[in-house]
């Protein structure tokens, strides 16, 4: 008794499952009446299971550890999906709600943690109860890591155009592009709206709408990206100044280019020494002379050097042309500044020089 009982205690553990009964009864070849209201020790006792006690010890352990497996993958892993939420967001302009965001990171996160978990689960011995569950939850959980991954590379390319195309300069530069993008952009966002309203991570990927629409958009916004390069690129190759400019800086200034002020913040990123214009006070898009500032006095007031310009530069009509035209008439006023400073140079006493001319005139002076 002192070696059957310790056997019938381990069959009487909460992880021993019907299957197990049927291995128990597979091996002793006797009936056990384990289901019945009147199942009792005697019956167990006929089984002979010291004949078969290293079997029985194995299936009472091996009930353990399938237990422990069926407890990471139907709580641990398949509860977390059952209530896993998406967080959709608004974008910048964009009043409804359009963005994975928030929790997409963890999401992520944990499905790269499920997936090796459940990889694990397969290689093991124990598996075998739950191998056709496991193999379909690797299958669902590596696609809804694919179509995660899919759907945050759609949402990039989207992010970086919408500004561009909503604004009215771009768009009327590129009207094909342009219109191309609204019919992208209405699919978008009724995709997230819809992703909105369901939010469950597994049901929002397995949506066969969501799956068949990705790989559309994302062909038509890498069509639109493309050929948003080739403009910037075109751009660059009239005013090529803006090689300086990264591709985000460029679009802001191209799309406030018809407003010459709105462009003030951005002459240093084009100019070494140009910081501001100034317009002329009765054409208020005549730019009359150029500016950088020096410092800052002990009371705070901008220390700039200005230097006039020969003829004023009309700011209308595409930004690179007149900043081209700006860029010729900032060299032919500096060398006409030089010119006069040549001849000073010598004709005049020295602190008398160096405050009538710029700093860089008076060092060349000098």
Request: with cysteine; net charge negative.
């Amino acid at each position: 008794m002192t070696e059957i009982l310790p056997l019938v205690e381990s069959l009487a553990k909460p992880s021993i499952r019907p299957r197990h009964w049927d291995e128990v009864i597979a091996l002793t070849k006797e009936d056990i009446p384990y289901t019945s209201e009147t199942f009792s020790l005697s019956q167990l006792l006929k089984a002979n299971l010291l004949g078969f006690k290293e079997d029985v010890e194995d299936i009472a352990d091996s009930a353990d550890k399938q237990l422990k497996l069926e407890i990471a993958l139907r709580e641990d892993i398949s509860k977390y999906w059952e209530d896993a939420e998406l967080e959709i967001k608004t974008w910048k302009g964009v009043d409804s709600p359009c963005t994975l965001g928030g929790n997409i990171q963890d999401i992520q996160d944990k499905l790269e943690e499920h997936i090796m978990a459940l990889n694990q689960m397969n290689a093991m011995r124990y598996v075998t109860p739950f191998k056709s569950e496991v193999v379909e939850k690797i299958t669902l959980i590596a696609d809804v890591t694919d179509i995660i991954e899919k759907w945050l590379k759609v949402q990039t390319l989207w992010t970086n155009l919408v500004s561009v195309f909503s604004s009215g300069d771009i768009s009327k530069q590129m009207p094909t592009e342009s219109k191309k993008f609204k019919q992208i952009n209405a699919q978008w966002l009724k995709i997230m709206e819809r992703a909105n309203e369901q939010k469950n991570v597994i049901a929002c990927c397995t949506n066969d709408i969501l799956k068949n629409s990705l790989g559309v958009l994302q062909e038509g916004l890498e069509f639109c990206q493309k050929k948003l390069e080739n403009y910037l690129e075109s751009k660059r190759n009239i005013f090529p100044r803006f090689y300086f400019c990264s591709n985000g800086d460029l679009l802001k200034i191209l799309s406030v280019g018809s407003d010459p002020n709105a462009v003030q913040d951005d002459f240093e990123k084009l100019f070494d020494a140009i910081n501001h214009v100034s317009f002329d006070e009765a054409d208020r898009r005549l730019i009359v002379s150029i500016e950088q500032t020096m410092g800052f006095t002990k009371e705070g007031k901008v220390i700039a050097e200005e230097i006039q310009l020969v003829e004023g530069v009309k700011a209308e009509g595409n930004i690179e042309d007149w900043l081209l035209k700006l860029e010729k008439e900032m060299q032919r006023s500096c060398r006409q500044v030089c010119s006069s400073g040549a001849k000073d140079c010598f004709g005049m006493p020295l602190r008398e020089f160096v405050g009538k001319y710029q700093s860089q005139i008076a060092l060349a002076g000098i």
